[in-house]
């Protein structure tokens, strides 16, 4: 089991330009769920995706959206970019159970830099 | 709210034991969870504890729950320098999907 896997490993784009980060989820699991992390910070929830819907959003604009395909895996697309969304993009899939809750397996992260 | 706060640093020696605090906002807390990230990784799932529990052991590591405070903490015994990096706190409610996580305790080991 390769775990969770996202591509690419790191990306620079400037201001304005858009943005695709890929992940694809642990065997097994059916929810993908999408963060954010700045240097210093823990990360920010984004969104999560579940049956191909986003199921619940954090505190992001419009601009970040996302989409998950039938094999579960996922991308989040960022337009317009700014320089404040320069951070490591972090994409965990999980699927729940009453035992632990919500155990979430994370992959790498994206670190993308807008310049 | 939604706010999970914990200290930022912690150094101990290695061999003695590492206790790391933090405290939530939401008292629907169901789940709560440590995780530890090393450097150039992601997350990785450590401990967890329902919030009915007051307190969970795994090997070296201690979780405590004050649910009356929504305070928990972390004791790791025996620290190791493998140990250093860098300990988020979280926590998911229920009926809710999104894992609210602390700003995060640099652990540094020293040998």
């Known amino acids: 089991d390769a775990g969770v896997t996202q591509s690419p490993t790191h990306l620079i784009k400037t201001r304005g330009q858009q943005v695709t980060l890929r992940c694809s989820p642990k065997s097994g699991h059916d929810t993908v769920s999408w963060y954010q992390q700045a240097l210093g910070q823990g990360p920010q929830f984004i969104f999560q995706?579940?049956?191909?819907?986003?199921?619940q959003r954090g505190n992001f604009p419009d601009r970040f959206s996302g989409h998950q395909f039938p094999n579960y895996s996922s991308e989040l697309n960022v337009n317009a970019l700014l320089l404040g969304d320069s951070a490591l993009y972090l994409c965990a899939s999980s699927i729940w159970s009453s035992r632990v809750g919500n155990e979430q397996f994370f992959g790498p992260g994206t670190r993308l830099t807008v310049l | 709210g939604e706010d999970v706060e914990q200290s930022l640093f912690l150094s101990v020696r290695e061999g003695d034991s590492s206790v790391i605090n933090c405290t939530y906002t939401d008292s629907s807390s169901t789940y709560l969870y440590w995780y530890k990230q090393e450097p150039g990784a992601g997350l990785q799932l450590l401990t967890y504890?329902?919030?009915?529990?007051d307190m969970k052991q795994d090997q070296r590591l201690t979780v405590l729950l004050n649910k009356k405070d929504k305070h928990l903490s972390l004791r790791i015994a025996d620290t190791q320098t493998g140990d250093s990096a860098i300990y988020f706190c979280?926590?998911?409610?229920?009926?809710?999907?999104?894992?609210?996580f602390g700003a995060g305790t640099r652990l540094f080991v020293k040998a």
């Open positions: 979280a926590e998911i409610n229920t009926g809710g999907f999104k894992t609210i």
């Open positions: 504890i329902f919030s009915n529990m």
């Open positions: 995706y579940y049956e191909e819907e986003e199921r």
